[in-house]
């Protein structure tokens, strides 16, 4: 039995009931025991399913369950007896992802023996990531660019999220972000980072450093990895963020870290106090254990787990029942992303979900409204011609009101011949072409240049997006021809004439008395050519997004909780796999702060685990022990309202009497 400072948890507990600790007190610190069978658990059991038996809005753990796993969680499997090989270390990392090497170099680099399990193979292996967003990075500010009020981005940070985010978390980006995208840049050879990093945002393209529209602000910082002239042979203008991660682990391999390529953790170890030992994985060659000290689940999110979705994901499976799209196929419910097994790993080892609204990535049905990708954010108008909101609050991922609109309607965006002009007073979000550059500016003037008019529309480079892609846009002389091209007739036609003519009044004036969008971006469309994009709403399309962005209840130094508030010893989450990163929705206060943001948190994690890990269980046993006090004290306070009172207030005279007498 593991035992820090000469206590264990066993040990600890026994003491605790000794010492007269309420057996309900004492039932709720002992979160890593198996729950007693009971009927309320079997009831519990029976939660809400499709008709083909889809998990739908269940708990977020076995605990929260009554003790019973939760069908998008299923039993915990058992440790397999058959091990072929077994490695001691100091830090096992589940998961080779954005993460999990930063963690496993950081780790290794301060002499931690470090392990890795990546369940894909080495000659496929691949990162999720092309944008890589943070803070004030030596190498963005190399560039000229100036440096960003870091208090500034964390409380952005905070107000996206309302407020949800741990703040610690937020924080870490703010301050650490930078650091951390120079740190895995500093392995990297020059030449890679000369050929393949693309600056987003600076110096082409924006007249502020700090942009602030309609209460959003948003930041440069961005730098994407793209691989322009096909070096690596995998189509133009493709990521090549696999040259920097693999760096990460040539590097981390230098100094001791080992990977266990095409091996899957399928169980965490646990001692009899439900201590996390390390796990164990299957690989090529057969289950194999690791020990470790510590275990970082880096593990990725759960968007390629349909049914992990519709079970823990309400607005996506809200969005599907309210769009009349069937639900009882999980497999029309995945995403990019991974499969959830960090989460599961966690949530068998006594951890619980993250509280909701869960964020995603990139999820809608749909109803969003046609995007110029190539000159961004403008005005939107709908079926009638009318705009109906301010359209400049067209956030990443922010259009879940278009849901509620009907399917059918036509809805159109428009610009004119002065876009260069607007983009310069843009913000870095991704619709407000955030990701210009020099190159991409070159090319998308290009294919403006060349634009040709009439119905049958022409090609321009978008900047978001991999590859080449080109989107169709339509362009004419005038607006009339231009209603004309979008499918706008008759009354339709002449209320978005007329409404362009008073959106250009309100321009003159300098303010949209409408709906509020913001001075700045009020450009008159006045000057031909005029460009435009039109589509059709529909409901017949709910995705999950692009990856999952909720976890695992953490701390602030990312150690795993249980539901009792208590720290599961040993067990470390980060990435994805944890919770309190996001809340509601992803947000694009500058691009790529997903990827950013991962590696973030995997240098700070492996940087604190390797040198604070056996004070970690220390201070999470003594925590333990005040948390067990102070339940203790709860449990012998009064019962009822303040000061003991009864509940409801004092008793009536009458009520007494009466009582009395039916005791008679």
């Avoid at 994407?224 to 040259?243: H, I, T």
């Avoid at 009354?491 to 978005?496: I, V």
């Avoid at 929705?585 to 890990?613: D, K, P």
Wanted: charged letters at 20%; aromatic letters at 8%.
């Amino acid at each position: 039995m593991k035992k820090c400072n000469g206590v264990s948890r066993r040990s600890f507990l026994k003491g605790a009931a000794g010492a007269g600790l309420s057996a309900a007190a004492l039932g709720m610190l002992a979160g890593c025991s198996p729950a007693a069978t009971s009927t309320k658990a079997e009831e519990s059991a029976a939660v809400a399913s499709g008709a083909s038996g889809v998990a739908v809005g269940q708990p977020s753990s076995i605990a929260a369950n009554g003790g019973v796993a939760p069908s998008w969680l299923g039993e915990k499997p058992e440790v397999p007896s058959d091990i072929a090989k077994t490695i001691d270390c100091d830090l096992l990392v589940i998961g080779g992802g954005n993460s999990g090497i930063v963690a496993a170099r950081k780790a290794a680099e301060l002499g931690a023996k470090v392990v890795v399990m990546e369940k894909q193979p080495q000659d496929t292996w691949s990162p999720i990531g092309c944008d890589c967003g943070t803070i004030n990075s030596q190498a963005y500010l190399d560039t000229g660019a100036e440096a960003v009020d870091e208090m500034a981005v964390f409380n952005e940070w905070q107000i996206r999220s309302f407020v949800r985010t741990m703040p610690y978390n937020a924080k870490v980006f703010a301050t650490r972000s930078g650091e951390a995208a120079d740190y895995v840049r500093g392995v990297v050879p020059q030449e890679d980072l000369d050929e393949y990093s693309v600056y987003y945002s600076f110096p082409n393209g924006r007249n502020k450093t700090i942009v602030n529209h309609s209460g959003y602000t948003s930041f440069p910082g961005t730098i994407s990895y793209r691989d322009f002239n096909n070096k690596l042979g995998n189509g133009q203008n493709q990521p090549a963020w696999k040259v920097v991660m693999k760096a990460n682990i040539d590097a981390a391999e230098e100094h001791g870290a080992e990977w266990l390529w095409q091996t899957s953790a399928t169980v965490l170890l646990q001692n009899d106090d439900g201590d996390v030992t390390g796990a164990v994985g299957k690989g090529p060659d057969g289950n194999v254990q690791v020990n470790a000290t510590s275990t970082l689940l880096a593990c990725g999110d759960f968007s390629a787990n349909g049914e992990m979705v519709l079970a823990l994901q309400d607005e996506v499976r809200q969005l599907a029942e309210i769009s009349g799209i069937d639900t009882t196929d999980p497999s029309a419910f995945m995403g990019m992303g991974q499969d959830g097994m960090g989460q599961k790993l966690a949530c068998w080892a006594g951890g619980v979900m993250e509280p909701g609204p869960r964020a995603a990535m990139n999820f809608g049905n749909g109803m969003g409204a046609p995007g110029l990708t190539a000159v961004g954010n403008y005005p939107v108008f709908g079926p009638d011609g009318k705009r109906f909101y301010n359209d400049a609050q067209l956030q990443f991922g922010g259009q879940g009101f278009f849901a509620r609109r009907l399917p059918g309607e036509l809805l159109c965006t428009i610009c004119d011949g002065k876009w260069e002009e607007n983009i310069m007073n843009q913000g870095y979000e991704h619709n407000m072409s955030s990701t210009t550059c020099a190159r991409e500016w070159d090319l998308v003037k290009e294919d403006l240049k060349n634009y040709k008019t009439g119905p049958d529309g022409f090609e321009v480079y978008g900047f978001t997006g991999y590859g080449m892609n080109k989107s169709k846009m339509y362009a004419a002389e005038t607006l009339d021809e231009l209603a004309d091209i979008l499918g706008y007739e008759g009354e339709a036609k002449q209320g978005l004439l007329d409404e362009i003519a008073h959106y250009n009044e309100m321009c003159a004036a300098g303010k949209d008395t409408d709906w509020g969008r913001d001075s700045d971006l009020m450009n008159a469309l006045d000057t031909p050519p005029f460009f435009g994009m039109a589509g059709t709403t529909s409901k017949g399309r709910v995705s999950s997004g692009m990856v999952q962005m909720s976890g695992v209840l953490v701390n602030d130094k990312y150690q795993v909780r249980r539901t009792d508030d208590t720290i599961i010893h040993g067990l470390y989450a980060v990435g994805n796999t944890a919770g309190g990163r996001y809340a509601i929705q992803y947000h694009a206060m500058l691009a790529g702060n997903s990827v950013g943001f991962a590696i973030t948190q995997g240098m700070v994690a492996g940087e604190h685990i390797a040198q604070f890990a056996e004070q970690d269980v220390t201070d999470a046993i003594a925590y333990e022990e005040k948390l067990a006090k102070l339940k203790e004290e709860m449990a012998n306070q009064p019962q009822g309202g303040p000061g003991g009172a009864p509940k409801g207030g004092d008793a009536k005279e009458g009520d007494a009497k009466e009582g009395d007498a039916e005791k008679k």
